[in-house]
T-cell receptor
Framework: GENVEQHPSTLSVQEGDSAVIKCTYS??????FPWYKQELGKRPQLIID?????GEKKDQRIAVTLNKTAKHFSLHITETQPEDSAVYFCAAASNSNSGYALNFGKGTSLLVTP | ETGVTQSPTHLIKTRGQQVTLRCSSQ?????VSWYQQALGQGPQFIFQ???????GRGNFPPRFSGLQFPNYSSELNVNALELDDSALYLC??????????????FGEGSRLTVL
């Protein structure tokens, strides 16, 4: 089955700096790669996703890149703000008529200090 | 708000007991997935329901079972509870159409403690 590795497990940055979180996956059939943000005691919320037919996607301060050959994808957050502090999860899934399961990484705890 | 609601929000059980968790999916969504999130870990896929049938299952034993109702709401049942079943159980709804599943919307979860 799919195995998703996520690094680093913790990340501390100064407000205004950039943060990068990296994930690798094992199943070459995976074609959907979402990123979720989970604040303490809250539900995971989708912040950005990318499908395998594109290499990069950007939404304001957040961007995701995908390298299908190397089987890795990354989340980039620019101009970080204290409210970006949370746990971020990457996931990988293959889409099919029989439904799909998101395989999550173990998470990155991001702390943005003022 | 995403529209996915779960109940109960918190519950405490003892080993060997049975538990039922409930989920109402977001309006317009026909697929419900359940995930188990242990403390400090990423969510793990339990199973998915589409048109009232199990449509995919993760590496969980048969004592984890579920149902989906005609209104697309769902239940997760866990029998013979074990201490390791203590976790946050997340329900997520989505729309499966044309072989592609859209974004998953998660509920706030049900936090189960097994003593």
């Amino acid at each position: 089955g799919e195995n998703v590795e996520q690094h680093p497990s913790t990340l501390s940055v100064q407000e205004g700096d950039s943060a990068v979180i990296k994930c690798t996956y094992s199943d070459s059939a995976s074609n959907y790669f979402p990123w979720y943000k989970q604040e303490l005691g809250k539900r995971p919320q989708l912040i950005i996703d990318i499908r395998s037919n594109v290499g990069e996607k950007k939404d304001q301060r957040i961007a995701v890149t995908l390298n299908k050959t190397a089987k890795h994808f990354s989340l980039h957050i620019t101009e970080t703000q204290p409210e970006d502090s949370a746990v971020y999860f990457c996931a990988a899934a293959s889409n099919s008529n029989s439904g799909y399961a998101l395989n999550f990484g173990k998470g990155t705890s991001l702390l943005v200090t003022p | 708000e995403t529209g996915v609601t779960q109940s109960p929000t918190h519950l405490i059980k003892t080993r060997g007991q049975q538990v039922t968790l409930r989920c109402s999916s977001q309006s317009g969504h026909n697929t419900v997935s359940w995930y188990q999130q242990a403390l400090g870990q990423g969510p793990q896929f339990i199973f998915q329901y589409y048109r009232e049938e199990e449509n995919g299952r993760g590496n969980f034993p048969p004592r984890f079972s579920g149902l989906q109702f005609p209104n697309y709401s769902s239940e997760l049942n866990v029998n013979a509870l074990e201490l390791d079943d203590s976790a946050l159980y997340l329900c997520a709804s989505s729309s499966l159409a044309g072989g592609y599943t859209g974004e998953l919307f998660f509920g706030e979860g049900s936090r189960l403690t097994v003593l």
